[in-house]
């Protein structure tokens, strides 16, 4: 059992990185279309931050009330 351990944290590492991936993509392709809209520079970059403020994980946990010491906000 506690020799599964290692194999599931690099899974969980490497699942975390595709996510982090593929979110950043999204955050790529969600002001280029804010861009071609034709909202000013300002609006765009305060919506975008939203949107990258939204898939944070230490958003999530902050907001569920985790304290993690090595995740200082």
Do not use: W
Not at 12 to 25: D, E, I, N, T, W
Not at 38 to 62: F, H, I, K, P, S
């Amino acid at each position: 059992m506690i020799a599964a351990v290692p194999f599931l944290v690099f899974r969980l590492g490497v699942a975390f990185l595709h996510v982090k991936a593929k979110r950043r993509r999204g955050v790529r392709v969600f002001k280029r279309q804010l861009r071609g809209s034709g909202l000013t520079r300002e609006q765009v970059n305060g919506l975008v931050a939203d949107y990258e403020g939204m898939g944070r994980v230490r958003t999530y946990l902050r907001d569920a009330g985790v304290d993690v010491p090595f995740l200082r906000f």
